[in-house]
């Protein structure tokens, strides 16, 4: 699947407001959405959190992060090497959006991004 692809199914998620692939640098790779809801550093910041307290927990992967501002939720997921190589898809949520709902449907692009 292309990035084209993997946004287009992102942007489909309930309650989503921007979506954006991140490289393995932290770089945008591409984005949709309301502008400035993905804003710089925000991966980054995300990842080396995620680095420092899989150390602590003795290697264990990371998997997701979900992060509540007064926007609206974010959420940080990796993606499987099929959408490209450490990539990372973030998802801006409406402040009325429901997390559960939105991690669920994420679940299930990951999922199918492995099978392909």
């Known amino acids: 699947m292309n990035a084209e692809a993997l946004l287009d199914r992102l942007q489909g998620v309930s309650g989503e407001e921007a979506a954006a692939l991140v490289d393995a640098e932290g770089e945008t790779v ?14 980054t910041s995300v990842l080396a959190s995620a680095k420092a307290l899989s150390g602590l927990l003795g290697g264990e992967r990371f998997e997701e ?44 692009i990951v999922e199918r991004l492995k099978g392909s």
Do not use: F, N
Request: glycine share 16%; charged share 15%.
């Open 65 to 108: 992060s979900l992060i509540q501002y007064e926007r609206g939720p974010v959420i940080v997921t990796p993606l499987p090497g099929a959408a490209g190589p450490g990539y990372v898809a973030v998802l801006a949520l409406a402040a009325d959006a429901k997390p559960g709902r939105v991690r669920h449907q994420l679940r299930g």
């Open 30 to 43: 591409r984005a949709v959405g309301v502008p400035g809801r993905i804003w710089p550093g925000l991966v």
